[in-house]
């Protein structure tokens, strides 16, 4: 990859640069206009990873992070990690960013902050400001916000440098999630989930949880950034499917802010959109360089970084549910997934679709079985073999010595046949919409079905 910029790469971002800090400036003649703000943050973003993850990537080279592309003829060493600049770039924007949503609050609530046609007073103001109009609940959403990524991005570097093993590092999120579980605990503390029509005359209309809703936070917090770093394999899929996420994110929100009337939820799917936009910014500049053929890997820190992001905006966005309608694949690898991560099938250390270096396309890769299975594994697998859901392969006793991989990537595979790297991914990404969409409309149609109200109409 070359690591120098050409110049009409040059010339376009450093006018994607120079709109952005111009539209910026503009915003403080008005209100601050934070959701301007934040999409111009977002070009910022945009034009910095980009720059950065070309300039960077022989530095990452020399210091030893780079990887072979395994799914080619040539299997060249290109740099790894480069999810980590996107990360990096990612949290010095939203830091940069804390103050604009809070614009309008710190002028009104300063003494002579530009509103000095207004009058307040004396025993309405302490020591120069309102402090109590300053809305403190919602400066701690965002900077407990950046304490779990920050936490999170640690992770994906360590695991990164030191290939941190799986059980040691599966449930690392769930503590980087304790900064905006406090903060939920604080500012919103709401712990009861809401009964399907047919089963309130047996548990009534509400149903309190109490310390296990935030067991089940917690939970969300340790899914979101492990699924994404599960299904990984082929160039692109770990960014492409992150951005189909985060726009269906944005779509959510933006039902709830195009109401005709001032949504009691509107400060949350601000919060949202002041998360996702800035992430998609930099996840656009990532994908530019790593999808089908790949120039850099994104390694683990990108991976746990955008699952942070989402589990973030599902918490404190106060719509953990909706996020995992718009999980389904990933919800669906993991517990496909299961018995190779529990160990009940042997695990190889990756399960990326095998390369066929004949045909360039890719197949399902497999599990030998050095020891015949309990017969109890054995049935299993015949009988999802039977299922087409997965492929078993057997000798003349009829005992299985070859399984393929329980990955979404390998059982597609399974499915359609083999597949070239970027029609694998295109097909991934497809379904990843289809079902996100689905997912958007159950939760906002056919949830009225089984209760009383959706909360896109309260």
């Known amino acids: 990859m070359d690591s120098a910029l050409s110049f009409t790469e040059t010339l376009s971002l450093l006018s994607l640069t120079l709109a952005c800090f111009g539209i910026i400036a503009n915003t403080f003649s008005g209100d601050g206009e934070p959701l301007i703000a934040s999409l111009a943050f977002s070009g910022i973003a945009f034009s910095s990873s980009y720059s950065m993850i070309r300039w960077l990537g022989p530095t990452f080279m020399k210091a030893g992070l780079k990887g072979k592309d395994m799914s080619k003829v040539h299997k060249k060493e290109i740099p790894e990690t480069m999810g980590a600049i996107c990360a990096v770039v990612y949290l010095l924007i939203i830091i940069v960013f804390v103050p604009f949503p809070f614009y309008k609050d710190l002028v009104v609530a300063t003494s ?44 994906g570097i360590g695991d990164d440098l030191f290939d941190i093993r799986w059980r040691h590092k599966f449930f690392i999120p769930g503590v980087a999630s304790i900064p905006i579980l406090t903060v939920y605990f604080v500012d919103f503390g709401v712990t009861q989930i809401v009964i399907p029509k047919p089963l309130q005359p047996y548990f009534g209309s509400l149903f309190e949880l109490g310390f296990l809703y935030y067991v089940y936070m917690a939970a969300i917090a340790i899914f979101c950034p492990n699924s994404i770093n599960i299904l990984a394999g082929i160039n692109g899929i770990e960014v492409s499917q992150s951005l189909v996420i985060a726009f269906l994110l944005v779509i959510n929100d933006t039902l709830y802010l195009s109401t005709p009337y001032l949504h009691p939820a509107t400060d949350s799917h601000l919060f949202s959109l002041y998360m996702l936009l800035p992430f998609i910014g930099v996840s656009l500049a990532l994908w530019w360089h790593n999808w089908y053929p790949a120039r850099v890997f994104v ?36 517990v496909y997934s299961m018995p190779q991560l529990f160990r009940l099938i042997p695990c190889p250390r990756h399960r990326l679709p095998r390369f066929n270096a004949r045909t360039g396309l890719l197949e399902p890769s497999v599990t030998l079985w050095q020891q015949p299975p309990k017969p109890i594994i054995s049935l299993a697998l015949k009988l999802l073999h039977k299922l087409r859901l997965v492929n078993v392969v057997t000798n003349q006793e009829g005992q299985i010595i070859e399984s393929s991989n329980l990955t979404l990537l390998n059982l597609w595979l399974v499915w359609f046949g083999p597949r070239r790297e970027d029609r694998l991914a295109k097909d991934i990404l497809g379904l990843q919409v289809v079902c996100g969409l689905l997912g958007l409309f159950v939760r906002h149609r056919l949830a009225l079905w089984i209760f009383d109200a959706d909360n896109l109409t309260v």
Do not use: W
């Not at 302490?126 to 109009?133: F, S």
């Not at 809305?135 to 990524?149: F, G």
């Not at 746990?304 to 669906?332: C, D, E, R």
């Open 299 to 334: 390694g683990d820190t990108y991976c746990y970084f955008a699952g942070m992001v989402f589990a973030v905006v599902g918490i404190l966005g106060h719509f953990s549910k909706t996020l995992l309608l718009l999980l389904i694949p990933q919800i669906f690898n993991f």
């Open 112 to 155: 002579g902050g530009g509103n000095r046609d207004v009058v307040f007073e004396a025993q309405t103001v302490e020591t120069g400001r309102l402090l109590h109009r300053f809305p403190h609940s919602k400066l701690a959403s965002y900077l407990s916000a950046i304490l779990s990524l920050q936490s999170a991005c640690i992770l």
